[in-house]
């Protein structure tokens, strides 16, 4: 049943990125449009609205703390080189929605992850404040709100060991300090 609203969660959330990345395609074709529309317009003023696109996104970036390089897989300098190479505005348009979909797959995985860093936390604490009992395992997720299955998974991961095996390291320590 966990597993199932897990997944439809996930669903839900990849239904939320396509949604976002729709909205940023049909902003860029109403600016290729607009663009189109302005008739004889120097290429380099062309360019310059795109920079300034470019650059917003770059600028939200720096913002919020999100390394250029790991989001866009390049460096700022290298996005602007690309942009000068394009040669039409669809291609220039094309490339920006692929930027910003960059930037929404990777707050989308922030986003995830700090979910997961939460539960971890609850987890653990839970582990601590519990430990002198007979822990269930299952009842201990049900109560933090996710599955047996995600709770193994977040502890495996975090501490590379498993719920039992966490549990009796915090057990020693704790004997340790009586």
């Known amino acids: 049943m966990e597993e199932e609203k897990n997944m439809s969660a996930l669903a839900e959330e990849e239904k939320n990125i396509f949604a976002y ?23 380099d ?13 770059l600028t939200y ?23 000068a190479e394009m040669e039409t505005v669809e291609e ?8 910003f979909a960059m930037i929404v797959d990777y707050q989308e995985q922030e986003n ?5 860093d939460g539960y ?9 404040k519990n430990y002198r009992t007979d822990i269930n395992f299952e009842e ?7 599955s047996y299955s995600y709770a193994r998974k977040l502890i495996k991961d975090s501490t590379g060991k498993s719920l039992i095996e966490y549990l009796n390291l915090i057990r020693v320590e704790e004997a340790k300090k009586m």
Request: hydrophobic share 45%; net charge positive.
């Open 21 to 43: 990345v729709e909205k940023i395609r049909e902003e860029l074709k109403a600016i290729v449009q607009s663009v189109r529309d302005q008739g004889e317009m120097a290429a």
């Open 45 to 57: 003023n062309v360019m310059m609205v795109f920079h300034q696109i470019l650059g917003n996104a």
């Open 61 to 83: 970036l720096n913002k919020h703390n999100y390394s250029i390089p790991i989001v866009l897989h390049e460096n700022q300098k290298n996005a602007y080189a690309a942009l």
């Open 92 to 99: 220039i348009a094309c490339y920006l929605e692929r930027v």
């Open 112 to 116: 995830k992850e700090a979910e997961s």
């Open 120 to 128: 971890n936390l609850r987890i653990l604490k839970y582990m601590r």
């Open 140 to 146: 201990m997720a049900a109560e933090i709100g996710i």
